[in-house]
């Protein structure tokens, strides 16, 4: 960089240099797990802000980068990213494929005057095969993996997992991953390259044990009928007298027996657990009587032991649990309260999240610290080519 605007100066990927291009959900949250480490990132957004229907006010997935507003259909906006880019360690894109090609953005475009850049690419489909061209959501991708197909109940209609696998774990993260994988071979081949992340490879991997399991005969393709999908009433969760629930993962046998005594039921007046036939009387029993009382009388009886029941929390009670509180599992950033960055360091620790910037606030700073003079910022607003 020609400047050192760091707002992040804690964490192990300071003075790591990445230049975001606004888009939704999986590739901001890259750049998010990115910011929150440390690196300073500058997120290209469009140059008329009130056009944008992309994030909201307080977005954690905005927070802690600076936001330069830029026309990129524009042969100046263009060459606003193009600067930027020359000196960046790393860029993300969310396009379909061919998109940044034609803006003159693409990678050959951006490789040609910054060898080193990683240039990291999220779509659902990735950027080939038959489907790459076309729209899609979470909910697509995680449908051609595999993975939304274990989830539902027995009898029951697959379940949206949220976009947990797709647009978070199996796209931004994977993507995160994948830069960081890019960024150490490059400390020895001194080249960048293209990250192609994509939602359906990723989601597929994040149910690698399951197909292990399927390819053993140890899981099957019936939903709500395995270990691990709600089918066995040691591995499932269960109301309580108050409406609420408690999460019970009691698999080994230990563990089960610590859940037990918590609940106060003989082992020997019970079906064998780990028998799948016996499984419907199983967590009928365990269903009578966790509705005897409500989720905090459980939780307070579970507590200091290896029963593996633990009280379902809403968003609005994460934060005041008291190991998350012990943790710093939750941050608040301008009055919301919001997930902390993650994983802990004990040499390098990440800061505390900064709020989001409006969009495009930080334009003129930004170009000013690339070498634009005050008077070619002023020509750029002017023709609407930045903010």
Request: proline letters at 7%; a negative charge.
């Amino acid at each position: 960089m020609q400047a050192n605007m760091e707002e992040n100066v804690a964490g192990p990927l300071t003075g790591l240099t990445v230049v975001e291009l606004a888009g939704l959900a999986p590739g901001p949250f890259a750049a998010t797990v990115l910011a929150d480490l440390g690196a300073e990132v500058i997120k290209v957004d469009r140059a008329k802000p009130g056009a944008d229907v992309l994030g909201f006010a307080g977005d954690p997935l905005a927070r802690s980068r600076r936001s330069i507003g830029v026309d990129t259909k524009s042969p100046e906006g263009v060459e606003v990213v193009r600067t930027l880019a020359a000196t960046a360690d790393v860029l993300i894109e969310g396009f379909r494929p061919g998109v940044t090609e034609r803006m003159g953005l693409g990678p050959e475009d951006l490789h040609a005057i910054n060898p080193g850049l990683v240039y990291g690419r999220i779509t659902g489909w990735g950027q080939d095969g038959p489907l790459a061209p076309f729209a899609g959501h979470d909910l697509n991708y995680i449908g051609l993996s595999g993975a939304l197909h274990q989830i539902g109940r027995s009898g029951q209609r697959p379940v949206p997992p949220l976009n947990l696998l797709g647009d978070y774990g199996g796209g931004g993260l994977l993507l995160a991953m994948g830069i960081l994988a890019a960024l150490f071979e490059r400390s020895r081949s001194g080249k960048g390259q293209v990250v192609d992340a994509s939602m359906v490879d990723g989601s597929a991997l994040l149910a690698t044990q399951m197909f292990g399991l399927f390819a053993g005969g140890g899981w099957s393709d019936r939903r709500g009928e395995n270990m691990l999908d709600g089918g066995a009433p040691y591995y499932d969760t269960y109301e309580t007298s108050d409406g609420r629930y408690v999460a019970v993962g009691a698999i080994e046998m230990r563990f089960w027996a610590a859940l037990l005594e918590v609940l106060g039921l003989d082992a020997a007046e019970l079906p064998e657990r780990l028998d799948p036939q016996n499984w419907v009387a199983v967590r009928e029993i365990l269903a009578a009587r966790i509705r005897t009382k409500s989720r905090d009388e459980w939780t307070k009886l579970a507590e200091g032991t290896d029963a593996c029941l633990t009280p379902v929390l809403s968003p609005g009670e994460v934060a005041e649990h008291p190991h998350n509180a012990a943790r710093k599992t939750f941050v608040e950033v301008d009055g919301a309260v919001q997930p902390a960055p993650a994983p802990k360091f004990d040499r390098t620790p990440a800061g505390t999240p900064t709020a989001p910037h409006e969009k495009g606030a930080d334009t003129a700073e930004v170009l000013a610290a690339y070498g634009y003079s005050a008077d070619r910022i002023a020509e750029l607003r002017e023709a609407g080519t930045i903010a």
